[in-house]
């Protein structure tokens, strides 16, 4: 079976980007110290990997803590959220940067804001109340 798996992304520090996607309701789902690579990978997500969900993996080159370009080509992370509006707000409580306030996309009806995560990544929340 072919299925969608991760999106990796390069993070200064994985105790401030953990933090932040909590605040999204995902959670660790595992972590691989690579002592001889000198990096760390942590997978965050909604679901364990067999359930079939797409997971995040934060990867920490050690010592690689003043950050990365986040670069032209990379768009956003989207998450499907049952109210936006509330989703902005616990980001904002938690510390996190709201770029783009809840309501409804141009030329269409869906609900959606943008929030970006501690290493400048775009989260795209969009109402999903089922």
């Not at 030329?107 to 999903?128: C, M, W």
């Amino acid at each position: 079976m072919v299925r969608y798996l991760h999106t990796m992304v390069r993070v200064k520090n994985l105790d401030d980007s953990i933090a932040f996607y909590k605040l999204l309701g995902m959670h660790e789902l595992r972590r691989r110290e690579v002592p001889d690579g000198q990096y760390t990978l942590v997978f965050i997500g909604y679901a364990d990997n067999a359930a079939g969900e797409a997971e995040i993996e934060l990867t920490y080159n050690w010592g690689k803590d003043d950050g990365y370009d986040v670069g032209t080509g990379f768009g956003h992370f989207a998450v499907g959220v049952p109210d936006v509006a509330a989703a902005v707000e616990q980001v904002r409580a938690g510390g996190g940067k709201v770029t783009r306030e809840a309501g409804p996309v141009k030329f269409g009806t869906s609900v959606i804001a943008f929030v970006e995560d501690p290493d400048g990544y775009k989260i795209e929340l969009i109402q999903r109340p089922d």
